[in-house]
């Protein structure tokens, strides 16, 4: 893969923000990556809800079908990350801290 510059990521994130509607964002999302992908971030981000929520990795694993790996990687993000996920998270009330 070829090195990609920072302002086109931030040109992508900047993409993003301008999303107007979930119709809208449904559409840009499936134009821009594959249905797996789509799933993969929705999977991700339902185990970020589930660890906000303080649910277990073996409930999580179990509701989910996700790796132990992957549950673990994403809570080590939630909980220590830069803050992406639990700024994300507050903000749509699924975390109180």
């Known amino acids: 893969m070829r090195k990609i510059s920072q302002q086109d990521i931030d040109d ?18 499936r134009d821009l990556l594959t249905e797996v992908e789509i799933k993969e971030f929705a999977e991700r981000w339902k185990v970020a809800r589930m ?17 132990s790996t992957t549950v673990a990687r994403v809570a080590r993000w939630v909980k ?14 699924a975390l109180s801290s």
């Not at 900047?14 to 999303?19: E, F, K, P, V």
């Not at 660890?51 to 996700?66: F, H, N, Q």
């Open 12 to 29: 992508l994130y900047r993409t993003i923000l301008s999303i107007e509607s979930l119709t809208e964002a449904k559409a840009f999302f």
């Open 51 to 67: 660890i906000a929520k303080d649910v277990s990795y073996l409930k999580i694993i179990e509701a989910t079908g996700l790796s």
């Open 80 to 93: 220590s990350g830069t803050g992406g996920y639990r700024q994300v998270l507050k903000r749509r009330g």
